[in-house]
């Protein structure tokens, strides 16, 4: 036996404000669920020091070392490139295609008192690594301390 429902044509309208929030989740948040890769402007970053350097790591796979250029202007590191795409071909029928290609830039200040005529940069496995020495005057010292006996003079242990 089945239930009968009266039909209520106001239940059935949607607010204006409704229809808007739907409108925007659907176009914004719905490309994100559909996994639409974004563009590749800005490489991934990784940037840490030690004692006696600053290294900044930059993830770009699929770039070959000679197609990335870096540049220092005072404090400023750029680095810049193009991942070049590969011969299409006319038989494939891409069914998802995630492959970043095209140019790509990455600025960044670095920390003052770094020996930048001095940077080594390496390239492994799509990850570009760069070195800074830090200058002497900004390393680290330590200072031993002394212990002072009464008569006010250090002792010598």
Not at 86 to 96: A, C, I, P, S, V
Not at 97 to 110: Q, V
Request: proline share 7%; hydrophobic share 40%.
């Amino acid at each position: 036996m089945s239930k009968m429902v009266r039909w209520q044509p106001a239940g059935d309208l949607v607010s204006l404000r409704e229809a808007m929030d739907r409108l925007f989740e659907d176009s914004w948040v719905g490309a994100r669920a559909w996994n639409f890769p974004s563009p590749w402007t800005e490489p991934a970053l990784d940037v840490f020091e030690t004692a006696d350097q600053v290294t900044v790591k930059a993830a770009i796979p699929g770039v070959k070392p000679e197609e990335v250029e870096i540049t220092i202007t005072g404090n400023l590191l750029t680095i810049s490139g193009e991942a070049k795409s590969e011969t299409e071909t006319q038989d494939k029928n891409y069914l998802r295609r995630e492959t970043r290609m095209g140019a790509f830039s990455r600025m960044l200040e670095l920390p003052a008192g770094l020996q930048t005529d001095q940077a080594d940069a390496k390239f492994e496995n799509g990850i570009l690594t760069i070195e800074f020495p830090k200058a002497p005057e900004i390393k680290p010292k330590s200072i031993k301390v002394k212990a002072v006996t009464n008569g006010g003079s250090p002792s010598k242990n």
